[in-house]
């Protein structure tokens, strides 16, 4: 009984390298699919989801959509976005340390409140200092795409990104926008 056992083994064993044979033959006469990267580029990138971006507004590229919510770093599981702000005329509303404390008016914004009124918050004008993303930490979930209210987010379409820096993959997202704006300028 142990011999028909084993013979049965075998038997299960070539048909399985039978098998992988068949598909290794056929798949070795298909064209190749895989691009060797320095003689020839991938064409279509239309599905590539890069790194985030900022996207500009349609009357001025270089000024982002963000209203600076911080709603992408809140929902960030990584860690990985940060934004840069203050208030516009900030610097007349500041007093002395001593005599004034500081309120949170919105995610990372802080004033300094010194007895006044302040005013409604659709009423206050924020400016952005900077964007920034440690790619480094990204993990391209894509959640900050999607919560963002305004549109303002995007996936790059850049992917050929290679360095032996990790500081070369921390980008202040609102220069490469001004720059991205600034080429387009200058190519028309």
């Not at 590229?61 to 929902?75: N, S």
């Not at 990204?138 to 379409?157: K, T, Y």
């Not at 991205?180 to 200058?186: E, G």
Request: net charge positive.
């Amino acid at each position: 009984m142990k011999m028909f056992t084993e013979i049965g083994k075998a038997a299960g064993g070539i048909w399985s390298l039978l098998v992988g044979l068949k598909i290794t033959g056929r798949e070795f006469f298909k064209p190749q699919l895989t691009i060797h990267y320095p003689r020839r580029e991938v064409d279509n990138l239309r599905t590539y989801r890069g790194h985030i971006d900022l996207v500009g507004q349609d009357e001025d590229p270089a000024i982002p959509r963000c209203i600076m919510c911080g709603k992408c770093a809140e929902v960030c599981p990584s860690g990985c976005i940060r934004l840069e702000l203050h208030l516009q005329g900030e610097e007349a509303l500041s007093s002395s340390p001593e005599d004034c404390r500081m309120i949170l008016i919105g995610y990372g914004v802080e004033i300094p409140f010194v007895g006044r009124k302040l005013p409604p918050a659709e009423k206050i004008e924020r400016e952005l200092d900077a964007f920034r993303l440690n790619y480094n930490l990204c993990s391209l979930c894509g959640l900050c795409v999607q919560i963002c209210p305004v549109g303002s987010l995007a996936f790059s379409r850049d992917a050929y990104l290679a360095s032996r820096s990790q500081k070369d993959f921390e980008f202040d997202l609102l220069v490469r926008l001004r720059g991205k704006s600034a080429l387009v300028k200058a190519v028309r």
